[in-house]
């Protein structure tokens, strides 16, 4: 959530960093300056009330003693306690205007960031030669069926289309490379946290993703206390809600954690559909890294955590490059953005394998 009083100071220029995301929020904008100035109204308004309430109050066993009428006294403490009820229903109602449209507003793009969509997006570094072979690829798919490490028939046959089987060495190569994560990240002075896989709204809130993304996750409703749950859709919407509502001390920043989970995404819609693969899955295992730490060194984290997770791919021997998002590609809290792409034979091109984020409005780094 973007911070009022940046947008009341300069809100031309807030506007204008939206539309360079390229998401138009300007009479969203008016309008939360709008509501600020109607809240800020009726807060004065109805601590007035309530302060001439008490003094009132105050006053009737004073004039009970001296025998005097209280009889239009009662009539005025019923009058303000009337207004004070309907100022208070008034602002309430303000307040769920003014939240859900500071909610509705993007993060705004770091000021250095090319404007437009992803055929701007700017190659910033490569690491090693892409494979080139003598002769025609497999696709990926089809080496796993082959070598009998994936089923994706049995695993739609359990869950339906979007999920699949880790089998034999298949299951092993996965396990194998979560724990090679896991250990890379503790080396580097990360802690290691294993959050729920259910979480609460205010999580995916916190972490910039709801409400524009909550239709994308999976819901599980208790009916019998009325509780919802969200599958996780990705290890962030635990992590950025870590230290929620806690005061950190500067001595102890960077917090520097990553967590191991199982991602669930219903991923709504047809985009990259036609390739084969996993890219439409509903579930897929993901380690994740979330920095929390100082604006001012925001900038200098993302840098050392992009080369953290260069370095396990390097490890690895994966040829990749590293890409700057331009301003209309980046996430809904993104300010700046590196997205690291392993190069894919199978596709011929490189892919996004791993995304660093820089959140500073949003209080949270990851990759």
Known sequence: MLDIKRIKEAPEAVKAGLRAKEVNCDEAVDRILELDAQRRALIVETETKKAEQNRISKEIPRLKKAGQDVTPIFREMAELKTAIAAAAEKLDAVEVEYHNLMLSLPNLPDPDLVPGGKEHNEPLRYYGEPHHFDFTPKHHVDLCLDLGLIDYDRGTKLAGSGFWIYKGMGARLEWALLNYFIDAHVADGYEFILPPHMLEYQCGETAGQFPKFADEVYKIANPTDDRVHYMLPTAEAALASVYRGEILPEAELPRKFFAYTPC????????????????????????????????????????????????????????????????????????????????????????????????????????
């Open 264 to 367: 669930f995404r219903r991923e709504a819609g047809s985009h990259r559909a036609e390739e084969r693969g996993m890219v439409r899955g509903h579930q897929f295992n993901k380690v994740e890294m979330v920095k929390i730490t100082k604006p001012e060194q925001s900038y200098d984290e993302l840098e050392s955590m992009t080369a953290e997770a260069e370095k396990v791919l390097q490890m690895l021997g994966l040829p990749y490059r590293v890409v700057t998002l331009c301003t209309g590609d980046m996430g809904f809290s993104a300010a700046k953005t590196y997205d690291i792409e392993v190069w894919m034979p199978s596709y011929g091109r490189y892919v996004e394998i791993s995304s660093c984020s820089n959140c500073e409005d949003f209080q949270a780094r990851r990759a």
